[in-house]
């Protein structure tokens, strides 16, 4: 069982930098993958950054290279640099975590979910 908790998140300006959290608790953290996925309203949940146990990384074409996701196995938290923020990064950005060696780009493979944190790009 791992729970999980992000935060981070707030209010930017275009072009800004903001890094995000996610805490988890719970044994094996490094047992899991984790991504990050977000949502913006009437839409679905999107995939962003996964990073695996051997700490391979992968990205969606939108953040990728400006985007940078890592994790601190000692810690237990996983985090979310943003960088160059544009106004459509705009979005309830949430943590996740699967039992499972490789990060997947689809939100069904994840097993915990955080509550997410609001990220708004303002210009």
């Known amino acids: 069982q791992v729970q999980l908790v992000e935060s981070g998140g707030g209010l930017v300006q275009l072009g800004d930098s903001l890094r995000l959290s996610c805490a988890a608790s719970?044994?094996?953290?490094?047992?899991?993958?984790m991504a990050w996925f977000r949502q913006t309203p009437g839409k679905e949940r999107e995939f962003v950054a996964g990073?695996?146990?051997?700490?391979?990384?992968h990205y969606s074409d939108s953040v990728k290279g400006r985007f940078t996701i890592s994790r601190d196995n000692a810690k237990k938290v996983t985090y979310l640099q943003m960088n160059n923020l544009k106004a459509e990064d705009t979005a309830v950005y949430y943590c996740?975590?699967?039992?499972?060696?490789?990060?997947?780009?689809?939100?069904?493979?994840?097993?915990?979910w955080g509550q997410g944190t609001q990220v708004t790009v303002s210009s």
């Open positions: 719970g044994r094996s953290f490094g047992l899991y993958s």
């Open positions: 996740a975590a699967r039992f499972e060696q490789v990060a997947t780009s689809a939100d069904r493979d994840y097993t915990y």
């Open positions: 990073i695996n146990w051997s700490e391979i990384m």
